[in-house]
């Protein structure tokens, strides 16, 4: 299956400082990837799909102003989180598909903004 | 509105076997898959049925039946690393998936 490399796993950051995360799918052409952020003993919620040379497209309730998502290559998405404070810690996940049945994820960024 | 139902808590003994229930209503079905998830970490693939029936794979199986809206995820010789979480997803007419809460499985030795 496609290999999908999540960095950083942690950060902390202070508030009101921008945080970068970057989902590299190894081995596979993703047109597509998505954005999941999870609170504590939540499930997955999808923040936005990732669409490789066009604007991402968010769902609803999801600042785009405030989470900056670039997906320049087949290989790489961003998600930025900018002027982070507390209540947007949490741990933030990609995951690429690679079909209509199967999606692979990252492993995951556990951040903290303190 | 779309919903995934699942049991937010099981508690189980070591070696016994164990069924983890999934309700759905959801715009659309294109497959409902089941993933594990340990704390701290993404979650990973376990299962993906489209067509009624049981899927087996090992010591997990899955169960789905459409016109229910109903699937089960069936553990069995359970072990002290099956506890974590285990999430049931729908995806539906867009190809989106949708996420039950999932249910923290204890295994009690």
């Known amino acids: 299956g496609a290999v999908v490399s999540q960095h950083p796993s942690w950060v902390i950051c202070k508030s009101g400082t921008s945080v970068k995360i970057e989902c590299r799918s190894l081995d596979f052409q993703a047109t597509t990837m998505f954005w999941y952020r999870q609170f504590p003993k939540q499930s997955l919620m999808l923040m936005a799909t990732?669409?490789?040379?066009?604007?991402?497209?968010?769902e609803q309730g999801v600042e785009k102003d405030k989470f900056l998502i670039n997906h320049a290559s087949l290989t790489l998405s961003t998600l930025t989180v900018t002027s982070a404070h507390p209540e947007d810690s949490s741990f933030y996940i990609c995951?690429?598909?690679?079909?209509?049945?199967?999606?692979?994820f990252g492993q995951g960024t556990r951040l903290t903004v303190v | 509105g779309q919903n995934i139902d699942q049991p937010t808590e099981m508690t189980a003994t070591e070696g016994a076997i164990v069924q983890i229930n999934c309700t759905y209503q959801t715009s659309g079905f294109n497959g409902l898959f089941w993933y594990q998830q340990h704390a701290g970490e993404a979650p990973t693939f376990l299962s993906y049925?489209?067509l009624d029936g049981l899927e087996e794979k090992g010591r997990f199986s899955s169960f789905l039946s459409r016109s229910k809206g109903y699937s089960y995820l069936l553990l069995k010789e359970l072990q002290m690393k099956d506890s974590a979480s285990y999430l049931c997803?729908?995806?539906?007419?867009?190809?989106?998936?949708?996420w039950g809460a999932g249910t923290k499985l204890i295994t009690k030795p």
């Open positions: 997803a729908v995806m539906d007419s867009n190809y989106q998936l949708i």
């Open positions: 049925n489209v």
């Open positions: 990732s669409n490789e040379g066009s604007k991402a497209t968010y």
């Open positions: 995951s690429v598909p690679t079909g209509e049945t199967e999606a692979f």
